[in-house]
């Protein structure tokens, strides 16, 4: 559920504001001490602390009941569905109730879709039941504040997706079906719409007497609950939501979460929102918002965040209930009159490419560490005209005058020149320092090394690898003969699709990049073209084992979509199914091992093998970090690397890559991590119908055999940005046959020869 301002209500605004400024701006000094005064100015923040859920258990809504009590409903996989109250400010939970559901007349739940918490203690739940038939019925429950389960003779339409279930403050149910958003009575079955459907709406939510439609832009449309019409605009919202910096957007797929929330104060005129930039106050019409929690310094910020619901207790202390990557979260946030306003010290970072689970790290890191501020600034921005050549002109530029980031994270950049430069403090110690408390794969850690320094390190990876039946991949062992087995399936099934993904032949080289190009550069520092024009040759031959009438050209250098389309998952399902005979791209997360792990448990015969072009044991450093030597915060940007090494900042499951610290590794590749995963693609031959993957019952074995293959990897592939544009740039050309492979690589080594000199 999106917005739960329920319960009893919050201060009077002025009251409360009166209060949180005092508080921040330490304003209760003598007037007439002028250094007191100042001291205080400089002090006073909320802190951040994640409050202990009970174990096992997913959240989906949290509540302030009428009797100022914080209570959450759970579902906890031994124990069902349950309704919790927080004892002793989060130190304890207790239960409340159980939800049953009556199962007459249906073999089981076949998926529990929401649960919605009413201020008065009740409950409102969406089920999906299986009937005996296997047909599934959609059944919606009140529940009683004793736990007293009803069924409601409300139906929603099954051709709308219900995605939200809302309590509003007065204690009214509302849901979201498809892009509408309805008021429902459970009791009688009575419904009407309060947002049509041509509005688009992504996700809404409530704050008073007020509802807020957000569509797929961002766009907020207000609604005044009491007459359900669409109320006279707040005036300055779209301004103060502007300057927040706040995308509301389409939120990620959490069907009970949202990249906003919206929250009422007890004065109608009073809105509190939040969102990744922060929790802030805007008085109706007025064009500002004011920050009352800075996203930047808590865990607001890390990019996986979604948010289900929001409260505010008596004695100004927030509690907002959040999802992500790791599972769902109670934050808590108390104000500090103490600590520093503005974080004493600041760590400047920075990176090409936006990088998710680096921003996740500095979100955690400077929770534990709230006296420091940790600037993240990104190179090129998904929507920035500038090119690499321009960013990487002006990152030069402030490093050498002494100006730039502290730490730095190197992908895409000219790291060999940085090295040769002394730009890179040496790290080797920190890194030991880490391998010998917690283990890392240090045949990744140490690939960059030069003379036997370490002046980068790679914070994760990804492994290139094909994926086929046991008889093919015998066969595959290069580029060339991964090439002539192609050719061959093409011969024996010439009317079925051989290689996955149909697409351009810069598409398929990019594929193929980061398992060849380790081979490329000669010892001298130039290219090696007849290497490269091989390349070329055996991207054409794959190229061309398919029909691409519908070619799909692709012409920008964003890092982003690289990683979209190098990831093997993307098309993973396919020759597990049988809708095409070969697979290849980088393993990218422990989802990618997983599922291949899970093709060949269930057909037996479909497998994978880690694959290279020409060194073999290739693979393809990720999150390079490297610290500034002529950085202001040295010894700062060490201490933040070695956190960075460690399992605590290792250990998330995004698709960055894979961590280099083998504890995270372990942990993140248990089969029980996968154990309610469901996979699924649309199948190529039968349009319209879906190829299914379930990901339960792994065998342990196959993940730890991945584990231990990892420690053989041993050539990294070329990272910097401007060689890999260079070498992509020629593959279009050449699959086309404008141009001979051969041309192609001299094309590319020529560039490649003029940006070696210049840099």
Request: hydrophobic share 35%; charged share 25%.
């Amino acid at each position: 559920m999106l917005m739960k301002r329920r319960g009893k209500k919050i201060r009077w605004l002025a009251v409360v504001f009166a209060a949180l400024f005092f508080c921040l701006t330490g304003c209760f000094g003598d007037a007439s001490d002028k250094e007191k005064e100042k001291e205080a100015d400089t002090r006073g923040r909320y802190l951040e602390t994640e409050v202990k859920l009970p174990e096992h258990t997913k959240v989906f809504d949290m509540v302030k009941g009428t009797d100022g009590v914080i209570r959450i409903a759970v579902q906890d996989p031994g124990e069902g569905l349950a309704v919790w109250e927080m004892k002793e400010k989060g130190d304890t939970w207790e239960k409340v109730y159980n939800i049953e559901i009556d199962l007459t007349g249906y073999v089981t739940c076949a998926n529990l879709a929401s649960i919605a918490l009413s201020p008065e203690g009740g409950a409102a739940v969406l089920a999906y039941l299986e009937r005996a038939d296997k047909n599934v019925d959609i059944k919606y429950f009140y529940v009683s504040n004793t736990g007293e389960v009803s069924a409601s003779p409300y139906q929603s339409d099954p051709s709308e997706l219900v995605s939200q279930l809302n309590y509003t403050s007065q204690g009214d149910f509302y849901l979201q079906a498809g892009f509408r958003v309805i008021k429902v009575d459970l009791k009688t079955g009575d419904a009407g719409e309060i947002v049509e459907s041509s509005l688009q709406t992504s996700y809404y939510g409530t704050a008073g007497s007020r509802l807020y439609a957000v569509d797929w832009k961002g766009k907020v449309t207000e609604y005044d609950l009491e007459s359900g019409l669409v109320a006279a605009p707040d005036k300055g919202l779209a301004s103060a939501i502007e300057q927040s910096g706040l995308e509301l957007g389409d939120r990620q797929g959490n069907a009970d979460a949202a990249p906003v929330i919206f929250y009422g104060g007890e004065d109608p005129d009073t809105l509190f929102f939040c969102g990744d930039t922060g929790v802030y106050c805007h008085i109706k019409d007025g064009n500002i918002a004011e920050k009352i929690i800075d996203g930047g310094l808590t865990s607001l910020g890390s990019p996986d965040m979604e948010f289900k619901a929001m409260e505010m207790t008596g004695d100004s202390e927030f509690y907002i209930l959040a999802t992500g990557d790791d599972g769902d979260k109670l934050l808590n946030y108390t104000y500090d009159p103490e600590v520093s306003t503005i974080p004493e010290k600041e760590l400047k970072v920075y990176s090409l490419y936006e990088d998710g689970d680096f921003r996740k790290a500095i979100t955690q890191y400077q929770k534990n560490h709230p006296n420091l501020y940790i600037r993240y600034e990104v190179g090129l921005e998904a929507d920035s005209q500038k090119t690499v050549s321009d960013v990487l002109r002006i990152l030069n530029t402030e490093i050498m005058a002494g100006k730039g980031p502290d730490l730095l994270l190197l992908d895409g950049t000219p790291l060999d020149a940085y090295i040769e430069k002394g730009i890179l403090e040496d790290i080797t110690g920190i890194v030991k320092k880490v391998d010998d408390s917690e283990g890392l794969y240090t045949n990744i850690t140490s690939g960059l090394a030069r003379d036997s320094k370490l002046y980068a390190v790679p914070l994760r990876f990804s492994v290139p690898v094909a994926e086929a039946t046991d008889d093919s991949l015998e066969r595959i062992i290069d580029l060339k003969t991964l090439a002539d087995e192609a050719e061959r399936l093409r011969d024996e099934y010439p009317d079925q699709t051989i290689i996955s993904e149909k697409n351009s032949g810069r598409f398929m080289a990019a594929q193929l990049y980061d398992a060849c190009s380790s081979s490329w550069l000669t010892e001298e520092g130039g290219v090696n073209t007849e290497r490269l024009a091989d390349f070329y040759l055996q991207v054409k031959r794959l190229h061309r084992v398919d029909s691409h009438e519908e070619d799909t050209l692709y012409d920008g250098d964003t890092v982003e979509y690289m990683e979209y389309i190098t990831n093997i998952t993307g098309d993973l399902l396919m020759p597990y199914s049988g809708a095409s005979f070969l697979n290849f791209g980088n393993i990218r997360d422990p989802e990618g091992v997983a599922m291949l792990a899970k093709a060949r448990q269930e057909t037996g015969t479909v497998g994978y093998k880690p694959f290279s072009g020409e060194n073999g044991n290739a693979y393809l450093p990720v999150s390079i970090a490297g610290v500034n030597a002529k950085g202001s915060e040295t010894e700062l940007a060490v201490s933040f690397l070695e956190f960075l090494l460690k399992d605590t900042a290792q250990g998330y499951s995004g698709n960055t890559g894979l961590p280099v610290n083998k504890k995270a590794m372990a942990r993140l590749l248990e089969a029980d991590n996968f154990a309610e995963d469901i996979r699924g693609a649309e199948d190529p031959r039968n349009p319209g119908e879906t190829i299914t993957m379930y990901l339960e019952n792994l065998d342990q074995g196959e993940l730890d055999a991945f584990m231990k293959e990892a420690e053989n990897f041993a050539a990294p592939a070329l990272t910097d940005e401007r060689i890999r544009q260079a070498v992509l740039e020629q593959a279009n050309s050449c699959t086309e046959g404008t141009i001979t492979p051969e041309e192609a690589a001299e094309k590319a080594a020529d560039t490649v020869k003029l940006y070696l000199a210049e840099r």
